[in-house]
């Protein structure tokens, strides 16, 4: 009986230390073989079938990888389902997206020698092209989850962004009682840097980090900070000012790039699904 706690412990520890691999390692790597060995039979049968003209879309072998593309595709865009659902074991969540990943690359393979390399203008082409669309933007997905995270963490400083604002919001007020002395050339260069919106610059400035006309550099390189004591105040909280936008920009940046993969990946996935859906209606009904 003494030995149980002790097994426990080691489960529980055999536990926490799943829990911090990377789902790209899940398993040792268990889904990437799976990937890997399904890939490699698609191309081995593709490779030595006695088929003349080659295999296609409207061969049997043809009719067997697009059968399997298709169940990995439905089976793949159920993901989002799943991440409603916590529960562990061999169908985790981690498990599943581990699995997304490959064998999501996987129908590069299966789909392309689905197509038998015919491409045309035509709904089955299209259907093509998307799975296209949906696996490099999935790829894009992994890659910034994998690198972008601890930029995010290290630009934040143990800050939040609310904290991050409030900071801003502070040096305002300073910036507001300094800026009185100042002449009213100045003083507006500072009412405008004061005025202008935090999160001007729409989306593609998130995404780029480009912010063009920004008020706050502006009044930096137009208030001398070798003149008058009162401008040499406000032009080291402008350079403070100019700061903390940059560190709330970067947030916003790192956070648009961790999030914009989904605006095409997850649209381009309906669509490649309603597209699929023709696919299969236009072969079995009119071919």
């Not at 480009?210 to 930096?220: D, F, N, Q, V, W």
Request: hydrophobic letters at 45%; charged letters at 20%; glycine letters at 8%.
């Amino acid at each position: 009986m003494a030995s149980i706690p002790g097994n426990r412990y080691a489960q529980d520890e055999k536990r926490r230390s799943a829990d911090h691999v990377s789902f790209l390692k899940h398993k040792r790597f268990r889904y990437l073989w799976v990937a890997l060995i399904l890939s490699l039979l698609s191309i081995v049968g593709y490779a030595f079938i006695d088929q003349e003209p080659r295999p296609n879309g409207g061969s049997w072998y043809g009719y067997t990888l697009g059968t399997i593309g298709l169940l990995l595709i439905v089976w793949l865009s159920l993901l989002g389902v799943r991440k409603r659902k916590i529960t562990e074991g061999q169908w985790s969540l981690k498990a599943w997206t581990s699995a997304h990943v490959y064998l999501g690359l996987a129908l590069i393979v299966i789909g392309t020698l689905h197509t038998g390399f015919q491409i045309g203008w035509n709904v089955h082409t299209l259907a093509y092209v998307l799975m296209l669309i949906v696996i490099i933007s999935g790829i894009y997905g992994v890659y910034t989850y994998a690198t972008l995270p601890s930029s995010l963490s290290s630009n934040r400083k143990e800050m939040t962004r609310a904290q991050m604002l409030e900071a801003l919001t502070a040096l305002d007020r300073q910036l507001e009682a300094a800026a009185q002395p100042l002449d009213r050339e100045q003083s507006d260069l500072v009412i405008d840097a004061l005025g202008q919106d935090v999160f001007y610059g729409g989306a593609l400035a998130r995404l780029t980090g480009a912010y063009p006309g920004c008020k706050t550099k502006r009044a930096l390189k137009r208030i001398d900070p070798n003149g008058s004591e009162a401008e040499a105040r406000v032009h080291t909280l402008l350079s403070k000012r100019s700061d903390q936008l940059a560190q709330i920009r970067r947030h916003l940046r790192i956070r648009a790039l961790l999030e914009v993969w989904l605006f095409i990946h997850i649209p381009a996935t309906i669509a490649l699904l309603a597209a699929l859906l023709a696919h299969v209606v236009s072969v079995f009904y009119y071919w």
